[in-house]
């Protein structure tokens, strides 16, 4: 090949803003993973058996990471489990039980989950078509929700009144694709400043202090132009982290461990406000709801080898195992309810 001058020069990396959430399971190489245009696309692979498929919420990633390599060290080393998956989306379970599959860009899987796992309507809604076996297992619960802002929170944001401000945008969950999600902080920013006796923040008058009004400001457009209210497409816990970190959003309510994780991957993108106790240690205020995920088997002529799988993994959702893991990134196994169907 020919010789040609030296390059002293560095060029320019084009590409869209990113955050370059690290690899769960470590850096493998090689990899044809690029965050902003190959993400799966030149990964082209069909899947059609699987000894074990897990559909999950996603947003208990973290933990889930770590209960998975447990799990999977727990097989026999002469009879480890090599075909798996599991998805941490948005629940897609009902579709990926109907279709059977679920597609990544030109990866195909087409594999049944053995077991799903979610929020009581879902769980509920695969009951109703029919598609679970035996008992519904509680597995873990969300310690309430916080305020996710840019580093050194530039426009002083510290109770949801502040959301309603002027010059303040948040982001959300997309109300039609992450409609659970969506649902839950929305009514915790309402049932929040519905119980909260606060004094009245800067820029809001008194006939804006009730939790009606300052809803129909962030929501229904009475607070500052339709740039207000943003929301992501799909996947709110990567969507909201990164809207803050580049200035398209100020803020966003979000579960405690999901704020928790974004700090702690990029510590100098984000601070946590938290809606009652602090950021190390939350308690959240009357109105601040939580979440429940719940675990349940899914019915199918499955192997013997897919059976182990489904009941080593049900046992360790049962462990206390789990419970030490669910600490160390924010959740809890403990159950409280609380209903939020009451949305103006």
């Not at 020069?9 to 690029?34: A, F, H, M, N, T």
Request: aromatic share 10%.
């Amino acid at each position: 090949m020919d010789t040609i001058p030296a390059i002293t020069g560095r060029p320019v990396v084009d590409g869209p803003k990113i955050l370059d959430w690290p690899s769960e399971r470590g850096g493998q190489e090689p990899s044809l993973g690029e965050p902003t245009a190959n993400l799966v696309n030149d990964l082209h692979a069909g899947i059609s058996q699987c000894d074990m498929v897990l559909s999950t919420s996603g947003n208990y990633h973290m933990a889930l990471g770590e209960l998975w390599d447990l799990y999977l060290k727990g097989f026999p080393a002469d009879a480890p489990l090599r075909n798996w998956l599991y998805t941490t989306s948005p629940p897609i379970a009902k579709l990926q039980i109907t279709n059977g599959l679920v597609r990544f860009g030109n990866f195909l899987a087409s594999c049944r989950p053995q077991v799903a796992v979610g929020p009581e309507g879902l769980i509920d809604s695969l009951a109703a078509a029919g598609f679970t076996t035996g008992g519904v297992l509680r597995i873990c619960r969300s310690r309430g929700n916080v305020i996710l802002v840019g580093k050194g929170n530039p426009k002083g944001i510290f109770t949801p009144w502040d959301l309603g401000r002027r010059g303040v945008r948040l982001m959300t969950p997309n109300p039609a694709t992450e409609a659970g999600s969506f649902r839950l902080y929305a009514s915790s920013i309402y049932h929040i400043a519905l119980c909260d006796k606060v004094s009245r923040p800067q820029g809001m008058t008194a006939k804006d202090l009730t939790a009606k009004s300052l809803f129909d400001a962030i929501f229904n457009g009475a607070g500052g132009g339709p740039r207000k209210w943003l929301c992501g497409r799909r996947i709110h816990h990567r969507e909201i982290p990164w809207s803050i970190a580049y200035g398209k959003a100020d803020a966003g309510v979000i579960f405690y461990h999901l704020a928790r994780h974004a700090k702690a991957v990029f510590p100098d993108l984000f601070d946590v406000v938290p809606l009652g106790g602090t950021a190390e240690e939350p308690a959240p205020l009357p109105g601040n709801h939580s979440e429940t995920l719940y675990a349940v088997r899914i019915k199918g002529d499955w192997s013997r080898r897919q059976r182990y799988a489904t009941e080593r993994l049900m046992e360790l959702f049962r462990s206390r195992r789990l419970t030490s893991i669910l600490k160390r990134h924010g959740l809890a196994r403990f159950f409280a309810k609380t209903p939020f169907k009451n949305l103006p």
